[in-house]
């Protein structure tokens, strides 16, 4: 097996410099993934997920909200990273949060999807005149 890649969408956005979505942020760069996908970076936010998920899928970390903890992951099965989706608010309290555990077979929305339905609407939610003053 090769190593991991990210979905295209997600690739296409870091190339194209679109990464600062206030109030969410994309952790990689170009750089950062110049090296390859590091599955193991950000471990303290896919363990917490693990525990308040019960998830049957591992994820990889790509991006965060700035005002609180929550996250967007992409979901991981078999080492290979799919273009799923999960946006959550994590708790970090080490026990499982949801009434039932997250099945990777539940997960509909793509990177594409989260952009247009998490990411943007909390950008409209927060859109100030102020901000677009020098």
């Avoid at 994820?59 to 273009?83: I, K, N, P, S």
């Avoid at 594409?112 to 100030?128: I, K, P, Q, S, Y």
Wanted: net charge negative; aromatic share 14%.
């Amino acid at each position: 097996m090769g190593e991991p890649i990210l979905p295209l969408s997600y690739r296409w956005f870091l190339a194209k410099g679109l990464t600062d979505w206030e109030p969410w942020y994309f952790v990689d760069t170009l750089d950062s993934l110049s090296n390859g996908v590091d599955l193991g970076r950000n471990r303290f936010a896919a363990q917490a997920f693990a525990a308040e998920t019960g998830a049957d899928f591992e994820v990889y970390l790509f991006a965060r909200r700035q005002d609180m903890e929550t996250f967007a992951f992409f979901a991981v099965r078999d080492g290979v990273v799919l273009d799923r989706v999960v946006s959550i608010h994590l708790s970090f309290a080490g026990r499982l949060e949801l009434p039932t555990p997250l099945r990777v077979g539940d997960l509909g929305m793509s990177f594409t999807d989260w952009v247009g339905n998490v990411c943007l609407r909390d950008a409209a939610e927060l859109m100030d005149e102020g901000d677009l003053l020098g």
